[in-house]
């Protein structure tokens, strides 16, 4: 199926402390993004850059990195959005992860008004389930899917729109999570699908386990997708690299999934740091899978089973 691509770029860097995310939009760009997409059939727009209005005033909070900006983004993100959504199927360039406090609000403002449910694909080697109280590195690039669910403890933030239930939400390809998020993961029901169960069941069972949850309730889906979800070998242009992420085909045939249930409705393309890269090597992956969870595969042909 064809769709109307609303490329979207978010030049963030202030949720973590490592600079370089914010050239992350201008890489994918350069890249060819919107030719791979074009390429594929789909229409494409490019918005250019989203600029964030002044920064509002909050409580100094010294244990909290760049907390002000970082409530300018995630307003001026979520408006693009969930404005993006009227027009066809957003595509948010970051930028490091803190975007997705706006682009999932976004994605779920527009659900709401549609009456649809809002599902979370969160493809990443961290689970990202703190709140502002529980960071140690306050990092706010490790918060956004607590608010997404509704945690409390987001003082200072406007209230997320229509909350993601737990188990609506699937941390998909995680291996690094800290104690605390660890303790509050158990007390609610996220799909988690670590490298653990990757590794001892594959991809392709617990993917469509969660994607048959979507397709039952009819649902939208977003998905986050995380240069740290691959494994640094092959991806290295990332400031939080974790050993034992996937590998260039097993991120490839999680992306040719999503393509084929046909349920995703958005997606981020999150923590590129030019950067660190070498020679454009990641932003051009990320371009092949992004291009791959638009349709594009090595060979066509109907799906059928093997043995």
């Not at 995630?74 to 992860?97: K, S």
């Not at 997705?100 to 009456?115: K, Q, R």
């Not at 397709?215 to 640094?232: E, K, Q, Y």
């Not at 046909?262 to 020679?279: I, Q, W």
Request: charged share 20%; glycine share 10%.
């Amino acid at each position: 199926m064809r769709k109307t691509c609303i490329l979207i770029g978010a030049p963030i860097d202030t949720g973590q402390r490592r600079p370089g995310c914010l050239m992350g939009p201008a890489a994918y760009r350069v890249a060819g993004l919107g030719r791979a997409l074009a390429d594929l059939g789909h229409a494409v727009e490019d918005r250019g850059d989203v600029v964030p209005g002044p920064l509002p005033e909050t409580a100094a909070n010294p244990a909290l990195h760049a907390l002000p900006e970082t409530l300018a983004w995630t307003a001026a993100l979520r408006e693009a959005v969930q404005a993006a959504f009227e027009a066809g199927f957003p595509v948010v360039m970051g930028g490091d992860h803190s975007l997705a406090l706006g682009s999932v609000a976004g994605a779920a403002a527009h659900a709401a008004s549609i009456g649809r449910p809002l599902f979370l694909l969160w493809l990443d080697a961290h689970s990202d389930f703190h709140t502002l109280q529980t960071t140690a590195s306050g990092n706010l690039h490790g918060v956004p899917v607590a608010y997404a669910a509704g945690r409390d403890g987001f003082d200072g933030f406007p209230p997320f729109p229509a909350p993601i239930p737990p188990e609506r939400i699937c941390l998909f390809g995680i291996r690094s999570v800290d104690p605390e998020e660890h303790a509050a993961l158990l007390l609610h029901d996220v799909s988690i699908i670590d490298m653990r169960v990757i590794d001892e069941f594959g991809i392709c069972a617990p993917m469509r386990e969660f994607l048959d949850k979507v397709r039952a309730a009819n649902g939208m889906l977003h998905v986050s997708l995380d240069v740290d979800f691959i494994d640094p070998t092959h991806a290295p242009a990332v400031g939080t690299t974790v050993p034992g992420g996937t590998t260039v085909r097993e991120a490839h045939l999680v992306m040719e999934l999503l393509h084929e249930s046909g349920l995703v409705t958005s997606l981020d393309l999150v923590e590129l740091n030019p950067f660190l890269d070498e020679r454009g090597r990641t932003a051009r992956l990320m371009v092949e899978l992004a291009a791959s969870i638009m349709g594009r595969k090595v060979f066509d042909r109907p799906t059928r089973g093997f043995g």
